[in-house]
């Protein structure tokens, strides 16, 4: 029987103590809801914010996450490099990677993904429906056609990314954009998902179906290795050379 999945919600939680509306959706910060529904379901979960020491990031915490899921907004750049380092070497021996919403600009993301990450955007409080085109992959199980959330910031096309393995869902916005909102990659021996719903002036980790796909991607992306890639290196023939 497979041990608890060890998931680490990594979130900036400066928005939510700062500013009045969206401390009254999230009043114990938005990582919250996302802990709260992976503990009911099964995982041992983490939390590690922005402000902690080494950003909630030490190497004993890393060492003991199967699954990181990270949301961050306007302070990118205060991450330190060196936790960043840390937490790329982790992803490439195998922990998996959930990237929320903004995390899209975060130094780990980029890294992983070697682009600038960059987007079109609008704060309209527009409909987004975000269409399963995968509905076998196991990110989407239990999820229908299609997520509709009534109010959402839009991300559209075209987003610099590499061409993803899988393009899961497909979000398309009121005021007429598309955007790649569910993908997935491979780095090193870890996985990678990237899921953009998730504003914070809006409900939407409230939404059990957003949840749900977080639910999903966590063990679709949990280790199947734990150790670096080998490195190359010279080899004695298996067999004699004539």
């Given at each position: 029987?497979?041990?608890?999945?060890?998931?680490?919600?990594?979130?900036?939680?400066?928005?939510?103590?700062?500013?009045?509306?969206?401390?009254?959706?999230?009043?114990?910060?938005?990582?919250?809801?996302?802990?709260?529904?992976?503990?009911?379901?099964?995982?041992?979960?983490?939390?590690?914010?922005?402000?902690?020491?080494?950003?909630?990031?030490?190497?004993?915490?890393?060492?003991?996450?199967?699954?990181?899921?990270?949301?961050?907004?306007?302070?990118?750049?205060?991450?330190?490099?060196?936790?960043?380092?840390?937490?790329?070497?982790?992803?490439?021996?195998?922990?998996?990677?959930?990237?929320?919403?903004?995390?899209?600009?975060?130094?780990?993301?980029?890294?992983?993904?070697?682009?600038?990450?960059?987007?079109?955007?609008?704060?309209?409080?527009?409909?987004?429906?975000?269409?399963?085109?995968?509905?076998?992959?196991?990110?989407?199980?239990?999820?229908?056609?299609?997520?509709?959330?009534?109010?959402?910031?839009?991300?559209?096309?075209?987003?610099?990314?590499?061409?993803?393995?899988?393009?899961?869902?497909?979000?398309?916005?009121?005021?007429?954009?598309?955007?790649?909102?569910?993908?997935?990659?491979?780095?090193?021996?870890?996985?990678?998902?990237?899921?953009?719903?998730?504003?914070?002036?809006?409900?939407?980790?409230?939404?059990?179906?957003?949840?749900?796909?977080?639910?999903?991607?966590?063990?679709?992306?949990?280790?199947r290795v734990n150790s670096l890639p080998k490195l190359i290196k010279a080899a004695d023939p298996l067999?004699?050379?004539?």
């Amino acid at each position: 029987m497979d041990s608890p999945l060890r998931v680490t919600v990594w979130n900036e939680y400066r928005h939510e103590r700062k500013d009045g509306p969206i401390k009254q959706i999230y009043p114990d910060g938005m990582h919250a809801p996302i802990a709260r529904y992976l503990e009911s379901n099964g995982c041992r979960v983490r939390i590690a914010t922005l402000d902690d020491p080494e950003h909630g990031l030490s190497q004993d915490v890393l060492d003991s996450t199967d699954v990181l899921t990270w949301w961050g907004h306007n302070f990118h750049e205060a991450v330190q490099d060196h936790v960043v380092d840390r937490v790329h070497k982790r992803v490439l021996s195998g922990m998996g990677l959930i990237a929320l919403h903004s995390s899209h600009m975060s130094k780990i993301f980029r890294r992983l993904m070697g682009t600038t990450g960059l987007l079109r955007w609008r704060k309209a409080a527009e409909r987004e429906r975000l269409w399963t085109i995968e509905p076998g992959h196991p990110i989407a199980d239990g999820i229908g056609d299609y997520i509709e959330l009534p109010a959402s910031e839009m991300y559209g096309e075209r987003f610099d990314i590499p061409a993803p393995e899988k393009i899961i869902f497909i979000s398309w916005f009121q005021g007429g954009d598309v955007f790649r909102s569910g993908c997935t990659w491979e780095r090193g021996h870890g996985r990678v998902f990237y899921f953009s719903p998730g504003d914070e002036s809006y409900p939407i980790y409230h939404n059990e179906q957003v949840l749900h796909v977080i639910l999903n991607a966590a063990p679709w992306a949990r280790p199947r290795v734990n150790s670096l890639p080998k490195l190359i290196k010279a080899a004695d023939p298996l067999e004699k050379i004539s």
